[in-house]
């Protein structure tokens, strides 16, 4: 459901019609943030560290900061921007296809946290950080495993198989200024808090005995993001709860937990609004076409789903509208996949009314083929309460 002050907001815009609109409600995000952070905070819990390329918006990153230990970033521009927003703050940098002069401005900006994907990429970080001190490192693993029910698997080429993770103890050998901290996993995205815990489970069983053998002393053992976000059931929320419950019993004194979310962060404190420039029948469907489209917000047609809305109705007596039927929601743009949701039964809709697009602060704007057809660029709105974000 539309929160009062996202509907309010909306309302305002819809006055001249200052669509589309992106409209980012902080105060809710600090709120959830908070929430999560204090499900995590028994004895044993993980750090959180924020995967910034769910939503790098600098007010998000402010906004989360307080609440998590530090902010994963997969490349060297998330690297600098993070930076540049919340200075200062605890980094950990992974990402497939690391460049030299990636490396080396991380090892330049101090990142806390290598997490290295291949034994080619830690050669390169042995080379470039010896004269510097080193580099304290994770090795990144891909577990095989049984991943069917996720929504994403991360299969390819993610990380270190366990066999080719073996080839990088002659590298470390070779290289003592590189300081092998621990393991990290990111094996899959959209698994509710029991499948979390039974791949954790997978993780450590993996992890523990191979870092025994390789003598690392308090090990740190990341067990990645993909916290489950359910876009059909909007109201709906990962149980950080029994999540954090778990995890607190499967630690074990000494070692170092770390998870890194990004979605299920920061989802639900975005809105996509806009409104309805056209209803109208084609070939026995109905359809409304509204401003803007799915290049601002690919979230639908990457996911292939139905994008989540609400819509408040406006003042539209003798324009095009359609009453009881199912609607297919599109953009502005030229090609039948501008889709935002397909045959959904709606009450009524018509020109002129506001469609407020709940879900819309993970992997929306940010994912987005901006420039295609080059309409204007969506506004964007940051509700908030607390005048320092
Ligand atoms: C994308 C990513 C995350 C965050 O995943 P979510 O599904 O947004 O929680 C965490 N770790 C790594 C390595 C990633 O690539």
Not at 47 to 69: C, G, M, Q, S
Not at 287 to 306: C, E, S
């Amino acid at each position: 459901m539309i929160t009062e002050s996202v509907a309010a907001h909306s309302r305002i815009l819809a006055q001249d019609s200052r669509f589309p609109a992106y409209i980012y409600d902080l105060d809710a995000l600090a709120e959830h943030a908070g929430g999560i952070r204090s499900s995590l905070s028994s004895p044993g819990a993980p750090e959180i560290f924020y995967a910034a390329k769910a939503n790098p918006d600098p007010a998000f990153l402010r906004t989360v900061a307080p609440f998590v230990h530090g902010f994963e970033v997969a490349s060297g521009g998330e690297l600098e921007h993070v930076l540049a927003a919340v200075p200062g703050v605890r980094i950990a940098f992974g990402g497939p296809g690391k460049t030299d002069a990636e490396l080396r401005t991380a090892l330049e900006l101090r990142v806390e946290r290598f997490h290295v994907e291949s034994p080619h990429e830690l050669k390169r970080l042995a080379d470039l950080s010896r004269s510097i001190g080193g580099a304290d490192i994770l090795l990144r693993v891909n577990l095989a495993g049984d991943r069917s029910g996720v929504a994403l698997a991360m299969t390819g080429p993610f990380g270190m198989d366990p066999d080719l993770i073996e080839a990088c103890h002659g590298i470390l050998a070779s290289a003592p200024w590189i300081r092998l901290r621990g393991i990290h996993a990111h094996l899959a995205s959209g698994l509710d808090a029991a499948a979390m815990l039974r791949q954790g489970e997978e993780i450590l069983a993996w992890a523990r005995p191979w870092l025994a053998a390789a003598g690392v002393a308090e090990p740190e053992i990341n067990l990645g993001g993909g916290m489950a976000v359910d876009y059909s059931a909007p109201d709906s929320r990962f149980d950080w709860q029994a999540y954090g419950e778990g995890v607190a019993k499967l630690a074990r004194t000494g070692e170092t937990l770390r998870i890194e979310p990004g979605r299920a962060v920061a989802v639900y404190a975005g809105w996509y609004v806009t409104d309805v420039l056209d209803v109208k029948r084609a070939h026995g469907e109905w359809y409304a076409v509204l401003r803007g489209g799915t290049m601002q917000i690919r979230t639908p047609v990457t996911k292939g789903h139905d994008h989540p809305f609400t819509i408040l109705p406006n003042s539209n007596e003798g324009q095009p509208s359609v009453e009881n039927q199912p609607v297919t929601f599109v953009g502005q743009l030229c090609t039948p996949k501008d889709v935002f949701a397909r045959s959904v039964p709606v009450e009524r809709i018509g020109v002129g009314d506001v469609v407020a697009f709940s879900m819309s602060g993970a992997y929306a704007w940010n994912i987005s083929h901006h420039d295609f057809l080059m309409h204007p660029k969506p506004g964007f709105h940051y509700l908030s309460t607390a005048s320092a974000r």
